[in-house]
């Protein structure tokens, strides 16, 4: 089979059509045997793996991006498979390949379609402009904020929040905790604070417009710091999975080896800690080389079902070491 990311039909080696991810939705809009949620799924499915897409920076693969279209599309709020085989009336059926066709043509991110992310459990605010979450440290947290110890009362950070989704989850699990949220662009910390108020935690969340830590109150003393800042080098702009396209540039890319903002952190973040404090910085595994340079053999790595995070804790003597 010859690889099909266009929207027109291609041929295989043996001259076979292959349908383009186009011909499927067009043709999924009049077939008379498409009347249940399960089918529209697959549909769905086809079309975003047949777009050639991996929906890394969406829902996490073409199978949760179809679910989420047709369940939300249809207003279920419950993902699972109580309702796949509800009948869907052709009003419902095209609307939900009506976002689909949107998703793929984009490619926009479904959670830019919905303004809605999905995040260690909880719903966010989401909208173009701002990163979707979608951090390792999400997955975690059930680990991470057991061994921290907490002064009283808990306080964190999160530098370079965007939606702010890993700080109000802290927050939200960490009860008494006050957590400071901080991003150097004002509109992230527009929806951070949506998303405070969303999951009410404005009585102990924070928001600032900060350039790292310039921005930070210096007279506080955190327990936890967590920061999944920009680091992929800028000259790969262009050259990484063109979904990514549809994210703002400045959350993801920095000039040069990418590193600068991991070196600020690794800088000055023993400055802001309390003295058992831990900074967790998610630096990916793309750049292991230069990130091994700049952390040596200091801190922890953290690994998710033995696999590696991209995820480095230290703490605030491995800081100053
Ligand atoms: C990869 S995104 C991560 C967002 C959020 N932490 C998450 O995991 O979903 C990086 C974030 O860092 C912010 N950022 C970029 N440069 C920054 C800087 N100099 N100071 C503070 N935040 C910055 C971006 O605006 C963006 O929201």
Redesign the pocket.
Known sequence: MTAESGGVTSRDDEGSPTPGWSDVLESARSAPGLTRVRDLVRVCETVITRAGLTGFNSMGTPRKDARAIVFETLAISDHSDTYLDAVVTPVERAAVLDLLDRRVSGPTPVPYLLGEAFFAGRRFTVRPGV?I?R?ALGLLLDDVLPVIRWSTPPRAL??????G??GISIAIRVPQALVDL????AL?VEVTATNIARHNVADRARTAV???YAGVDPTARYDLIVA???YVPADRIGRTNREIDAEPQ???YRPDDGLD?IRIALDESALHLADNGVLFLEVGVSNQAGVDALVGTRGRWWTLDGQGTGVVSLSRDDLKA
């Open positions: 990163f979450p951090s999160e530098l370079g929040c965007g939606t989704a890993l901080v991003d150097v662009d992230a900060s350039d790292m999944n800042l920009p400045a959350a993801v903002l």
